[in-house]
T-cell receptor, first 113, second 113 residues
């Protein structure tokens, strides 16, 4: 069974731009969560989607948004990029919503210059 | 305010010896705890978990101990192997209607041959 895939793997953007990251969960998994990993803050929860609905949201500004499609694929969008948004963005999928045991993708490394 | 703390950014151990990774938490509502392992360029992989109703959970070479009164948990790896070299994240959740995971910043374990 294929794992969680994320595209692109690497991305360089400039301040003020917006970016869209994509995540395809494991086949059959309907829940997708997004995390931001930075050296200073570690792994921080962004949001969780299940059945195209956002179920949980972390403490991030409204510039961070996401959505989920009927095939469970998910995208997250960051608008008006700031230098501090440079991070590894990880997507995780699980069979059920609010599941503790999640399967992570390799991440998208975003660099904002 | 960091609710899950891994105070040792790194740990170095000889092959065959015991590795002990520590994690402290401040939120008394946390009732489920997990450990993830992360290799470079890969997403975190679920390793082992423990519910607050237990004080120990074992899976092969990995054992997690929970001390609720001290708000402390630890991961023991015995015997340590070079392939165990990775970043280990401790995570916690308060269950209820909000299952989002709160992660520590991680500990880099290096197992020397």
């Amino acid at each position: 069974k294929a794992g969680v895939t994320q595209t692109p793997r690497y991305l360089i953007k400039t301040r003020g731009q917006q970016v869209t990251l994509s995540c395809s969960p494991i086949s059959g998994h309907r829940s997708v969560s997004w995390y931001q990993q930075t050296p200073g803050q570690g792994l921080q929860f962004l949001f969780e989607y299940f059945s195209e609905t956002q179920r949980n949201k972390g403490n991030f500004p409204g510039r961070f948004s996401g959505r989920q499609f009927s095939n469970s694929r998910s995208e997250m969008n960051v608008s008006t990029l700031e230098l501090g948004d440079s991070a590894l963005y990880l997507c995780a999928s699980s069979l059920r919503p609010s599941s503790y045991e999640q399967y992570f993708g390799p991440g998208t490394r975003l660099t904002v210059t | 305010d960091q609710q899950v703390k891994q105070n040792s950014p790194s740990l170095s151990v000889q092959e065959g010896r015991i590795s002990i990774l520590n994690c402290d938490y401040t939120n008394s509502m946390f009732d489920y705890f997990l450990w993830y392992k992360k290799y470079p360029a890969e997403g975190p992989t679920f390793l082992i978990s423990i519910s607050s109703i237990k004080d120990k959970n074992e899976d092969g070479r990995f054992t997690v101990f929970l001390n609720k009164s001290a708000k402390h948990l630890s991961l023991h790896i015995v015997p340590s192997q070079p392939g165990d070299s990775a970043v280990y994240f401790c995570a916690a959740s308060d269950g209820g209607s909000n299952y989002k995971l709160t992660f520590g910043k991680g500990t880099l374990l290096t197992v020397n041959p």
